[in-house]
């Protein structure tokens, strides 16, 4: 076991977007059990060095395997297919048609209800990709098109905070 | 080696081979010390046979300190030299400190943190903070009439890197060997869930004098896992206090001008405020301009004014389930903790916003000290229950600034510590040959409405054209809540690295004059001090390594045993002689020759980890 083998192997768990949670779960109290630095306190410095090293590096693996945005990108990019959000921006017309749709009700919207109401739109649409992307990367293994999926998630993902922000907006006022 | 200091069960430890590891709540208006004795977590009496210590220095002159009860009393007669709350004041600078106006202290602006003139001289909160947990400390040895291991000292989880630094200096100069900074919040879950076997999701509300935190912690076989933490380092029962004080002041119809009526005044409020949570009315009363005032106050009336604050910690609860994604409704139990969760609005607003009774059958000034000292037993290695383990999360993001003064977000809130995260930056201009960096922590978008920790340059950067130089800066964030940061220019080759720790905290150079200019801990001998602690460190290292070596021998060929045998040997000798230099380098020595040894012990511990096996069959 090395510092960088990849999250899944690390974990134990096979290299899939499917990841059963409960297991996700148990796998990283069992792995911080063995690596927390709480667990050298009465140790010298250097086990306190090794031990950080080891659970930073479990924390990172378990952060990105439990949010199934951050899984799918992993996956693609172990696939070869990098997401690169920065220089690769180019959407289907019609998803960015929707996200136009969207951010204008976000704009119009004057209370607590139609912004709740939009966010159950935005929370479907997300879970209707995740099951996509989950299609791609475990059912047809096509990363290139699942990256072209993490990439739309990453619009929705973006949008649900706006609205996230804007209700808090509503709840200060 | 946690695991091979576990005995057989039913098996106590031999009581000379077991460590005194203490857990101290620091608190805002008193502080406890609290031990596992005879495998039951108990706060510690002082000579008097009291539990709390109130978190009051005050300073008579000539070196002499009034510590807790005895300082308290003399508040209001000498409030410029008696010291109350100084944790509100840990990490700040005076123009942090909101309520200035309303304190009967003469606040000394200086770089770092602000000082507070008394007739010894400008004291920091670092150092007044340090007095209190000497005292506590000195109660501890007295109680087991032996040295400490070390302490668990809790600090509120919403502390930003600077208080906890703050905090950490603080018991540096106190001399104890801080073993951990764990949240308060989750102190008290360590103590409650461990007393009732709990397991799922718990709210811990915990409304200090100074501070309030709201954590959602999920609890499972020993684990104690934070999901969410929040909260306002600036908010506790002290406001309400404030507020009763402007109001019977203005009912009387008196100012309140010198700092004698000023904290007479806070200290009428504080008993009417006590006596309002069990009583509907009850009289203010307090020497103001030489004269006995008095003002009729009811629960009524006290709700009225401190409902503004209550609502404010509901507003930082609710953010809390928000961040977590989980509904009120999953929540299991509300434990209460802190003094100010007496009061009965606060039980009642807490219950209906929860939609449960919350849980009070704790008790709130003593929970946060048994579960630091709990977690400290556990750290030192005594414990048997070797499951228990704490996952917390940073509370407030950390980022860098950017051009336009915004910040660049590089490890979000609520994140499990410990963490290290990198991002990558470039230059600006052709040519650049430094850059400035800029860390600093809060969850608002402009640089100028977060708190600035640290600053400094990266220097040595190869001449390049605009954005062709890639800088990573790597923030890490130890299990103490502490920051590190380092930067790097990657893309030429060239590397140039420097760490910073964020400039709240103390210099090496401070606490080494300060521990010099004396304590009332430190009245012996600072060399035959170093020589012990040496002499400690110098066991503490031969142990583990020894049990090390017992449990995990084979996986050392006999080239690198025989060099760990000798380092070893080196230490042992070293300690039997009295110059705690040449101890120190050998424990160094020590340390760094087994840095591999640990490597390869942890690697065979995540195997076994991977290989499903359970802790408990291992």
Redesign the interface.
Known sequence: ??LDDDDFT???LPRRFAVDRAELDR?W???????????????????Q????Q???RV??A??RLKDPLRRGAYLCELAGAPIQAESNTAMPAAFLMQQMQWREALDDASGTAPVEALQAQVHDAERRLLAELGALLDDRQDAAAAAEAVRALMFVRRFGDDI?RRL?QF??S | MALLQISEPGQTPDPHQRRIAVGIDLGTTHSLVAAVRHGVAECLPDAQGRLLLPSVVRYLGGGGRQIGEAAREQQAADPENTIVSAKRFMGRRLADIADRERLPYQFVDQPGMVGLATREGVKTPVEVSAEILASLRQRAEDSFDADLFGAVITVPAYFDDAQRQATKDAAELAGLKLLRLISEPTAAAVAYGLDHGSEGLYAVYDLGGGTFDISLLRLHQGVFEVVATGGDAALGGDDIDQAVAAWSLAQAEVPAQTAGDKRAALVASRAAKEALSSDAQTRWQAVIGGRERSVELTRVQLEALARPLVDRTLAAVRRVLRDARVQRSEVQGVVMVGGATRMPLVRQLVSELFGREVLTNVNPDEVVALGAAIQANALAGNSRDGELLLLDVIALSLGLETMGGLVERVIERNTTIPVAKAQDFTTFKDGQTAMAIHVVQGERELVADCRSLARFELRGIPPMAAGAARIRVTFQVDADGLLSVAARELGSGVEASVVVKPSYGLGDEQIARMLQEGFSHAESDIAARALREARVEAERMQLATRAALQADGGLLGEGERNEIEALLQASAQAAAGSDAEAIDAAVKALAGGTEAFAALRMNQGIRQALAGRRLDEV
């Open positions: 076991m090395k690390l974990f134990g796998r109290r069992d792995l911080q059990q063995r690596v927390h630095p709480d667990r050298f306190a009465a140790e010298g410095s250097a086990a060095r090794v031990a950080m080891w659970a930073v924390n990172e378990y952060q996230e808090e709840e200060a």
